[in-house]
């Protein structure tokens, strides 16, 4: 038989996808963990170090939470920072059977991937809502669901593992990206556009409201004069600044300070590009009215900014008869879950009981 005959050689398969170097520079390349399914045995030792893999998320003070809420079969419960799903994938088998919960979620990156990974555990449409908003729209959303209260309710403010470990959405000053940080990309302006609209005395004004900087005014006066040689668009860029600004206080300052300037001005400028505590207090308005009477409600926070209000929020509420019993001191993670996850050491969890009967009644 002639080779003509044998046809064309079949093709050859794809190569599997290689690291350039034992040290690659590459996000997509750097952190494998991110796939664990090919990588398990990258996953499991990051795991085993105390750390979080990249691209995924520790749910916190999950049997707290479980505590606080108390969720029983056949109660209506609404995770209304979906995020990673973990603490809903706890949530659900406590509610079944006849009981479902409603997930919230604004990103438009992550929520499709979580709601594929709680199908997979086999959370079905009958048991699990996902639904694309922001917490704040809580009432509407419950109206949609024909719904006027439900048991229980529970909100993870800030941001999530997924969105900090993805350099591409510009959460984090640990790798180079562009400076976004919205939590919703097809919405709003990114926090490179606010920078360049704001001036040294709002700036640190934002500063200070946002994340209680006390370095507020060298920032902003580094950063905004950092904007008029070049437009702050990329995390690297804002990070050269901020440490800029930092170099003139002593050393051991400096030492003691660490990153946390850092954090602390992302954090800032986060909030005010998602508007989170205009979003928070209308939640926490909302929430009496969303919950049934006995109905549940606990909250994680991550600063003092968030945990002001959540506090105030919910004494105002017990005063004025709305809730029947609220948290009289903050819940923290304990010390073996703050060394298996770091992230743990910022939470505070609150919880409030609904009133049983209106105020007055």
């Not at 920072?81 to 604004?106: F, K, N, S």
């Not at 939640?283 to 991550?302: E, H, K, N, Y």
């Not at 298996?340 to 609904?354: D, E, G, H, I, T």
Request: proline share 9%; glycine share 8%.
């Amino acid at each position: 038989m002639s080779d003509d005959a044998a046809g064309p050689p079949a093709p050859r398969p794809p190569r599997r996808p290689r690291y350039r170097g034992t040290h690659p520079r590459r996000f997509a390349e750097k952190y494998k963990e991110r796939d664990p399914e090919r990588h398990p045995e990258t996953t499991a030792k990051v795991e085993a170090s105390g750390k979080t893999p990249a691209g995924s998320h520790r749910p916190i003070l999950v049997a707290e939470v479980l505590a606080a809420l108390r969720p029983e079969p056949g109660e209506t419960a609404v995770d209304a920072t979906l995020g990673h799903g973990g603490h809903a994938e706890a949530l659900l088998p406590r509610l079944l059977p006849d009981g479902r919960l409603i997930g919230l979620d604004v990103d438009p990156i992550e929520r499709p991937k979580t709601e594929r990974r709680l199908r997979a555990l086999g959370f079905g449409p009958e048991v699990l809502a996902v639904r694309a908003s922001n917490f704040a729209g809580l009432p509407k959303v419950l109206a949609a669901e024909g719904l006027a209260t439900v048991d229980l309710v529970l909100a993870d403010l800030g941001v999530s593992s997924m969105q900090l470990d993805d350099p591409a959405r510009g959460f984090t000053f640990k790798e180079d990206g562009p400076l976004d940080l919205r939590m919703n990309p097809d919405r709003g302006l990114p926090a490179s556009a606010l920078l360049a609209r704001l001036d040294t005395a709002k700036l640190a004004r934002l500063l200070r409201e946002n994340s209680d900087e006390p370095h507020a005014e060298e920032i902003a006066t580094a950063v905004v004069e950092a904007g008029r040689t070049e437009p702050v668009t990329t995390t690297a860029r804002l990070a050269e600044a901020i440490r800029e600004a930092l170099a003139p206080l002593p050393a051991r300052v400096r030492a003691e300070e660490g990153t946390a300037p850092l954090s602390r001005v992302f954090q800032a400028l986060r909030i005010a590009v998602n508007e989170e505590f205009t979003a928070l207090d209308a939640f926490l308005a909302a929430l009496p009215s969303c919950l049934a009477p006995g109905g549940r409600a606990a909250i994680l926070t991550f600063h003092s900014g968030e945990d002001r209000r959540v506090k105030q929020a919910f004494r105002d509420g017990e005063r004025a008869g709305l809730y029947a019993s609220v948290a009289r001191e903050v819940i923290r993670a304990g010390p073996e879950e703050r060394r298996a996850n770091p992230r743990a050491s910022a939470a505070k969890l609150r919880w409030a009981v609904r009133a049983v009967a209106p105020p007055g009644v």
